[in-house]
């Protein structure tokens, strides 16, 4: 067992606090920076659903400090994002606030195991896009929602193609500079 996983040193509570609120901030700075250049450029929320901006800092708190930290900060960041800015809608805010929680999670339960960084980020956005499309599927499907699409499921991975590449390829740089600075400590 121990060639698969890797133990990393435990954080302290102060540290796991500190990395979710850095991760929760993040989370609901990052988009309205993409939105505010949507605005800008006219192209409105499609920076956004493009480059999933959310995602990183949640991606990246599990990744670094573990399954709790992550899920808590995916979890929150959603709905934090939609008391101050209405972002993401009502209608989408449930099924992010899921799709997070998982990001941070499976994240956070890979933190430990010998894998690539870039394996890591694929299985979890595979895991987190999963369990979304189980959740709006149920939602329509069982539950009779109206308020969304089905198709969303499907639509919304060639649009934001361009942020799940940029997620497989900066977060492991991330974490490979972070894993450097503490090892020169």
Known sequence: MSSIVSEKPK????????????????????????HAMGA?????????????PMHLPIILAGLLA??????????????????????PSSAMLPF?????????LASGLLRNVKLPTALKVLATQ?????????????????????????????????????GIVLQLVLIPLIIYR???LKRHE
């Open 96 to 104: 992010m606030m899921i799709e997070l929680l998982i990001y941070g």
């Open 178 to 180: 972070v894993e450097n």
């Open 11 to 34: 954080l302290s509570v102060r540290v796991q606090s500190l990395a979710a609120l850095t991760a929760i901030a993040g989370a609901v700075a990052l988009p309205q920076l993409f």
């Open 66 to 87: 573990g399954p709790y930290v992550g899920a808590i900060a995916g979890f929150l960041s959603p709905l934090i994002s939609f008391a101050v800015s209405g972002m």
């Open 40 to 52: 800008v450029s006219g192209l409105g929320t499609s920076l956004g659903e493009a480059f999933l």
């Open 126 to 162: 595979i895991d987190g896009r999963a369990v979304r499309a189980g959740a709006i599927l149920l939602s329509v499907y069982a539950f009779g929602n109206n308020a969304i699409a089905a198709a969303v499921i499907w639509k919304s991975i060639p649009v934001g193609i361009f």
